[in-house]
Antibody, heavy 121, light 106 residues
């Protein structure tokens, strides 16, 4: 069964770059043409889509974050990662990684447990 | 960007009763609509995709309906474990979530 686990610093200083890794277990990250995504949730608020890395190697970013976000995959480590630059307090959130379904099936399942990232000096 | 609007923001229902949650899209998303359940301190869990298909291991008391711009999640005979926040998500034109409906015990 596919499982995802986020990891990375829990505290990032304003103006710095937030870097997170999602480790996929239970199967190769390249299996079944899977796509991979990041979603975040500020404390007490709703879900915000961030980015997707498609099996093809293409990426899609939330237009509101596009200028600051990079998603990438490391198939040798069975991981994918998120980088968010120039962070502010507004980027404080629980960050989730998830498998993002193929074209026409673009729901998110399963999800990682999430990791809280706080932006503060 | 397609805006997803969920109503009500909070729904109070007694255990054993039926709950009906709504999700409206700012433009048609066909049947490209998913529902998720989120309990405190947990990640969201996929309940419904394709507007009406239950995900694996989701109990039959959860049902989804609708197409185009109007969608409904119905939970018949609420169990204690069903009180949570529910989100809809469209995947017809990129990806956006609704703001959530909190289902609380009456």
């Amino acid at each position: 069964q596919l499982q995802l686990q986020e990891s990375g610093p829990g505290l990032v200083k304003p103006s710095e770059t937030l870097s997170l890794i999602c480790t996929v277990s239970g199967g190769p990250i390249t299996f079944n043409s899977n796509n991979w995504a990041w979603i975040r949730q500020p404390p007490g608020k709703g879900l915000e889509y961030i980015a997707t890395m498609y099996y093809s190697g293409n990426t899609y970013y939330n237009p509101s974050l596009k200028s600051r976000v990079t998603i990438s995959v490391d198939t040798s480590e069975n991981q994918f990662s998120l980088k968010l630059s120039s962070v502010t307090a507004a980027d404080t959130a629980v960050y989730y990684c998830a498998r993002h379904g193929r074209s026409g099936s673009n729901w998110f399942d399963p999800w990682g447990h999430g990791t809280l990232v706080t932006v503060s000096s | 960007e397609i805006v997803m609007t969920q109503s009500p923001a909070t729904l109070s229902v007694s255990p054993g009763e039926r709950a009906t949650l709504s999700c409206r899209a700012s433009q048609s998303v066909s049947s490209d609509l998913a529902w998720y359940q989120q309990k405190p301190g947990q990640a969201p869990r996929l309940l419904i995709y394709g507007a009406s298909t239950r995900a694996t291991f989701i109990p039959a008391r959860f049902s989804g309906s609708g197409s185009g711009t109007e969608f409904t999640l119905t939970i018949s005979s609420l169990q204690s474990e069903d009180f949570a926040i529910y989100y809809c998500q469209q995947y017809n034109n990129w990806y956006t979530f609704g703001q959530g409906t909190k289902l609380e015990i009456k």
